[in-house]
């Protein structure tokens, strides 16, 4: 398996030109050790007359949909060196998309979702809010989406207090009290962006009660399609926080299970930044050509992070915009884009569209 260097790449300090020469590389090894390791990977590749041997360009790296892993258990490790298998959320009778990570794979997501996080919220363990219940991660062999995010967001906090009860209601009086108890200090709240919105912002309004949660930091993903549904932006969706929480710093990521650990924050000036051990590209979805920055496509996105099953370059089912590279008002370097959204007619994925089978 190709080197952990990638680790230890400064985050968002590499342009993207150095970044590239790193990635190309580092991409161009991770789809020779799958079509080593994994024989259905290989013989996709074959189909489609690809060498895995490369070297790949960015733009050359061969994608598999991220669908496939709906159909087909993609594994390049044997069944005795899977640490635990991750299943995609979605509405009842959808078929979960399946991830098998030996302990390897899984200890990298964890390192990167780590040092990602760390840039937005500091290296300092804050009490943390979970706006979801705890039977979510009672099975630590077996992970829903869901499940995942909450365990790999809760190693940055502290004191975790969820907010909700199994039958996704407030619970209001510990909710308080980690308020009263936090008061003034800095604190980490997370939670999907629909279950945030569902059953936290609005069930607050409904009991008239509001919260001071000032100086917390809310990352929240997923979801975003009903509440577009209703007309719910961004905007409004952190102006509806701050209404019921105070003034709390509010920072989405777009991520998916089937390259957990790759997570691409919300900057402050509103832009997805890649990290450097990731990246997007996004392609004409007629012709499959990579468009430049300000068109929308469909977005494929690249991560040094899966080792243990051949999800290193995927094409997702979103529609999105690169907005440019190196030049964001925040300082962050490398790419940023925008999601617009899932594809018309795709099938939804969404980590937390819906709570059955989450």
């Given at each position: 398996m190709p080197d952990e260097s990638f680790l230890d790449w400064?985050?968002?300090?590499?342009?993207?030109?150095?970044?590239?020469?790193?990635?190309?590389?580092?991409?161009?090894?991770?789809?020779?050790?799958?079509?080593?390791?994994?024989?259905?990977?290989?013989?996709?590749?074959?189909?489609?007359g690809v060498s895995p041997q490369g070297p790949f360009t960015l733009e050359s790296l061969p994608w598999l949909p991220v669908q496939l892993f709906k159909h087909r258990l993609l594994s390049s490790v044997p069944p005795d060196q899977v640490f635990k298998t991750l299943t995609s959320s979605g509405t009842t009778g959808q078929t979960p998309s399946r991830i098998t990570?030996?302990?390897?794979?899984?200890?990298?997501?964890?390192?990167?979702?780590?040092?990602?996080?760390q840039r937005f919220v500091g290296r300092a363990r804050l009490p943390m809010l979970i706006i979801d219940h705890a039977g979510v991660i009672k099975d630590r062999k077996s992970f829903s989406a869901r499940g995942a995010g909450i365990l790999g967001l809760a190693n940055l906090g502290r004191e975790h207090v969820y907010a909700l009860r199994e039958d996704m209601s407030l619970d209001l009086e510990a909710v308080q009290a980690f308020c009263a108890r936090h008061a003034g200090a800095p604190k980490?709240?997370?939670?999907?962006?629909?279950?945030?919105?569902?059953?936290?912002?609005?069930?607050?309004?409904?009991?008239?009660?509001?919260?001071?949660?000032?100086?917390?930091?809310?990352v929240h993903s997923g979801g975003w399609k009903k509440l577009l549904d209703i007309a719910v932006d961004n905007a409004q969706f952190k102006a509806r926080v701050r209404q019921v929480a105070g003034d709390v710093r509010v920072h989405n990521f777009y991520g998916m299970v089937e390259q957990v650990g790759s997570v691409f924050v919300?900057?402050?000036?509103?832009?997805?930044?890649?990290p450097?051990?990731?990246?997007?590209?996004?392609?004409?979805?007629?012709?499959?050509?990579?468009?430049?920055?300000?068109?929308?496509?469909?977005?494929?996105?690249?991560?040094?992070?899966?080792?243990?099953?051949?999800?290193?370059?995927?094409?997702?089912?979103?529609?999105?915009?690169?907005l440019g590279e190196d030049?964001?008002?925040?300082?962050?370097?490398?790419?940023?884009?925008?999601?617009?959204?899932?594809l018309p007619r795709a099938e939804l994925r969404g980590c937390s569209d819906t709570q059955p089978g989450s």
């Open positions: 400064p985050v968002y300090e590499l342009g993207q030109t150095d970044k590239r020469r790193r990635l190309e590389a580092e991409l161009s090894a991770l789809t020779a050790h799958h079509a080593e390791h994994c024989p259905p990977y290989a013989r996709l590749l074959a189909a489609r990570l030996d302990r390897i794979t899984a200890a990298r997501q964890t390192t990167a979702l780590a040092r990602i996080m980490l709240l997370f939670g999907f962006t629909f279950m945030v919105w569902q059953h936290f912002v609005l069930a607050l309004e409904a009991s008239g009660q509001a919260l001071d949660l000032s100086g917390a930091l809310l919300e900057c402050e000036a509103g832009h997805l930044h890649t450097a051990f990731a990246d997007v590209l996004v392609r004409d979805p007629q012709s499959w050509q990579v468009l430049p920055a300000g068109q929308a496509g469909v977005v494929q996105v690249l991560s040094c992070l899966p080792g243990s099953y051949p999800g290193h370059s995927l094409l997702t089912e979103d529609l999105g915009t690169l030049d964001c008002p925040c300082g962050r370097l490398g790419r940023h884009f925008h999601i617009h959204g899932r």
